[in-house]
């Protein structure tokens, strides 16, 4: 028997009743994969590839009642193979058509921090090149790079390529 004792409360919480042949020569817990409760688990759940946003956010709130409690391993396998196939969904369907560029970056910070042209002007000194920069005719110094990283509050890095 797998239990745990609660000293304060008086309580015993029994997590798993094995027989002697379920544990290794070590002494430790092995406990033994059923396929017929797998199977069913498969059944009920139907894992699949996953396609689309709707399946990911299905097979996410899978997870996430797995991940909450002691799962068996049959339960086990079926977490691991949901995880897999989330992963390759994100991977490509999150994944950016283009390289992110330090000139992208800044017209998404600007967005994000709702700032402007003009605001970059006091930042990097002059309207020409905040324009150049902009339209990726100017690369970014470490110096302008790292005035950048102060206004918006990020890693300098990101500006520079």
């Known amino acids: 028997m797998i239990a745990s004792i609660d000293y304060e409360g008086q309580l ?8 002697l042949a379920e544990y290794d020569k070590n002494g430790k817990m092995s406990l033994t994969f059923n396929p017929e409760k797998y199977k069913e688990l498969l059944i009920a759940y139907l894992p699949k590839i996953i396609r689309t946003e709707a399946e990911n956010k ?10 909450h409690r002691e799962r068996t391993p049959e339960e086990n396998e079926l977490y691991q193979l949901l995880i897999t196939l ?4 994100e ?8 390289q992110i560029n330090p000139h ?24 020409n090149v905040v324009n150049h920069i ?3 005719e100017q690369k970014i110094t470490p110096e302008q790079a790292r005035k950048l990283g102060e ?10 390529m």
Do not use: C, W
Not at 58 to 67: G, N, P, R, T, V
């Open 86 to 89: 989330i992963e390759k969904f």
């Open 151 to 160: 206004f918006f509050h990020v890693e300098p890095s990101l500006f520079i």
């Open 91 to 98: 991977q490509e369907y999150y994944q950016p058509d283009e």
């Open 12 to 19: 015993i919480y029994i997590k798993y009743i094995l027989t």
């Open 104 to 127: 992208s970056m800044i017209l998404f910070l600007l967005e994000q921090f709702d700032r402007n042209r003009e605001d970059l002007q006091v930042v990097l000194g002059s309207e």
């Open 58 to 67: 299905q097979a996410l709130a899978i997870i996430e009642d797995l991940m």
């Open 134 to 136: 902009l339209h990726g």
